[in-house]
């Protein structure tokens, strides 16, 4: 019998099937195919035990409660999986600053936050914390801004 729990766990089996199938894309450079952490490894943790504990939720669940979607807001939650669309096509060509910005500031709008004062300043400072870490202490470049405006700068 399907239950939110075992409905829950197909979910998260399926995910962890499919981020496993595709951490074999992240490309490594020739030194690390013999190194004991690349950055294959956590990714591959992180699918083995995404798909071991989902097992263990599926076989082991005693919950018989049919899942209720009564009273959810599925028009909220469809526009935000089309913002994360949209946010996954601009990142890039528009860059992380504006794009991310955009995307945080829109989804609290979906969610009903209205001040802009709140908007901006909930966003901005998260996202630029968060290039900041990327860029100077990861050593990620992400570009911060388009092209074209970078092409300006100098």
């Excluded at 004991?36 to 005693?62: D, E, H, N, W, Y």
């Excluded at 995307?103 to 968060?130: A, D, H, N, Q």
Aim: hydrophobic letters at 55%; charged letters at 10%; aromatic letters at 14%.
């Amino acid at each position: 019998m399907l239950t939110s729990d075992r409905i829950g766990a197909l979910v998260l089996l399926a995910f962890s099937i499919g981020y496993g199938i595709l951490l074999f894309q992240i490309p490594l450079l020739p030194f690390q195919r013999t190194a004991a952490f690349t950055a294959q490894t956590l990714p591959k943790a992180l699918s083995v035990m995404g798909i071991v504990l989902s097992l263990i939720l599926l076989f082991t669940s005693r919950n018989h409660d049919m899942p209720d979607v009564k009273g959810y807001n599925w028009l909220n939650g469809l526009m935000i999986c089309g913002l994360m669309l949209i946010y996954g096509f601009t990142v890039r060509p528009v860059g992380f600053i504006i794009s991310t910005g955009l995307f945080l500031i829109l989804c609290e709008y979906v969610l009903g936050e209205r001040r802009w004062k709140i908007l901006v300043f909930s966003t901005m400072p998260v996202v630029l914390f968060f290039w900041f870490l990327m860029n100077e202490v990861l050593g990620v470049y992400v570009a911060p801004l388009p092209g074209f405006i970078m092409e300006m700068g100098g």
